[in-house]
């Protein structure tokens, strides 16, 4: 590839160019997407390009350092390309990005000009822009540890190490109810206590809202119309009867929850004994002995 990369600079040195820009974006749920500006579809790395996707980037802002190279990509939106419901699913949401500047005579003639991640997504009167942010932008990210009385890990994380996968702590059943895309109603869902699933994970795992989930904010036991499951907040795109979810046992992140609910106490990621704010309240008195030993 070095040698091609020789070859397109001296290409650019020509003076007549025969130049084309070409992006893959990989979904986190796998599909991969290649697009170009091209007038024809262009195919390398066993991806075809396509050409009739409307979608456009602008100029690429690069910079040296720790500066986060950024540029915007825009186009139409199509059902067979990229479509608002899958834009409103979330689906793009942080997706790789890849894009070359190819000689579309030589598709052997690239140079990768940018790699990073979808950022913010805006839609508008039938057509999208998309955000492209380079890899530096991870360096934005807080780092460091939170020290708090409740575990500061994720439930099944390779912090907390606990597995899901046990017997009583997962369970996947066919959608029977389900309103606003928020509140999941099963007739029959016995063999786990009332707020089990509470503050746990429910995701889809097939249908047109495969792939999607969210956090569970209320699970309840109702005598009347059996177990309801309500989100925090509504899949944007809402599951139909008979689809597939997956319903995870949720953590409140206390010590006595690591250790009642899961048995997982020794890896437990918290600090139950470190001193509240009330402390903070706290003064020297003078009418009493201070000398650390106990009152009586």
């Not at 070409?22 to 396509?50: C, E, M, N, P, Q």
């Not at 419901?85 to 997706?95: H, M, N, P, S, T």
Request: charged share 25%.
């Amino acid at each position: 590839m070095k040698g091609f990369a020789q070859d397109l600079k001296a290409h650019l040195a020509s003076g007549a160019t025969t130049l084309a820009r070409a992006f893959v974006v990989t979904r986190r749920d796998g599909v991969v997407l290649g697009f170009t500006d091209h007038d024809r579809d262009l195919s390398f790395d066993g991806i075809t390009f396509r050409a009739d996707s409307g979608l456009t980037a602008k100029a690429l802002q690069q910079a040296t350092g720790l500066a986060v190279d950024n540029t915007e990509a825009f186009g139409a939106l199509r059902s067979d390309a990229i479509c608002e419901a899958d834009i409103l699913a979330g689906r793009y949401d942080g997706a790789e990005v890849q894009g070359w500047l190819v000689n579309w005579a030589d598709v052997a003639m690239r140079v990768l000009q940018f790699r990073g991640t979808l950022g913010e997504i805006t839609r508008s009167a039938g057509s999208f822009t998309a955000e492209m942010r380079g890899l530096t932008e991870a360096l934005n990210r807080p780092q460091g540890r939170i020290y708090h009385a409740r575990c500061s890990a994720v439930l099944g994380d390779d912090a907390c190490r606990f597995d899901l996968n046990q017997a009583g702590y997962r369970d996947e059943r066919p959608v029977e109810q389900v309103a606003d895309g928020r509140v999941f109603r099963f007739g029959d869902f016995s063999g786990f206590d009332d707020r089990w699933f509470e503050k746990g994970r429910l995701s889809v795992l097939n249908g047109k809202a495969a792939g999607l989930s969210g956090t569970i904010k209320n699970d309840r036991l109702r005598s009347a119309t059996g177990r309801e499951v309500e989100l925090w907040q509504e899949l944007r795109t809402a599951p139909a009867p008979g689809d597939l979810v997956r319903i995870e046992a949720g953590c409140d992140r206390r010590s006595e929850t690591c250790r009642l609910k899961f048995a997982n106490l020794l890896n437990f990621q918290g600090f139950p004994d470190i001193p509240g704010e009330d402390w903070l309240m706290s003064y020297p008195v003078g009418a009493s002995r201070n000398d650390g030993g106990s009152r009586r």
